[in-house]
């Protein structure tokens, strides 16, 4: 079975710039998570969404957005890109928006801001 | 910030056990002890979870004690493959999904 799948891998953009990363989730699960990795420290929380709805929100800007599709797939925008954006971005899916279903991670897309 | 604390690195020998400790002296009773590891390059992937029972699958065993306060994750037979950065996350199991990482602990396994 497809795990998590997050496209593209590698992204290159210039700062004050917008970006547009896409997750697939595992086959059956319906929530979404999306989460930001500086190098060199743990990810971070920046959203969940769950049959299409937003669930939670961490400390990020409004520059950050994301959405979730009939199909559960989603997409996390982010506008006016900074420097410091630069990060690896991870998708994680699950079963369920409230579980103990551990959450399962893609192996993220990798965001250079120049 | 994390409710978790583990040391930053550790060295395991190929072949022996790896016991990687984390402190959470904070945890509340609803929530769940829970090991991710994240290999180079790659996504966090799943290990295990427990509330305070000691668990076991066929990746690694967790034993968390009495208290709560502290648990430790044994990988049985380390390999080369096991190299990775270990986090250990406490969540409670109501409410949204977010898992708060902290910085880890980076095991590395030499031959």
Redesign the interface.
Known sequence: DAG?TQSPTHLIKTRGQQVTLRCSPISGHK?V?W?QQVLG?????IF?Y?EKEE??R?NFPDRFSARQFPNYSSELNVHALLLGDSALY?C?S?LE????S???????TRLTVT | D?KTTQPPSMDCAEGRAANLPCNHSTISGNE?V?WYRQIH??????II?GLKNNETNEMASLIITEDRKSSTLTLPHATLRDTAVY?CIVRV????????????TRLLVSP
Do not use: W
């Open positions: 998590v929530s998570s989460y420290q743990g990810p971070q929380f969940q769950y669930r939670g961490g991870l994680a699950t928006g409230q579980s103990s551990p959450l399962h991670f893609g192996n993220g | 994390a769940y829970y390059s790659q996504g966090p992937q799943y979870h986090y199991q109501t409410g949204f999904q977010k898992l708060v990482f902290g910085t880890g």
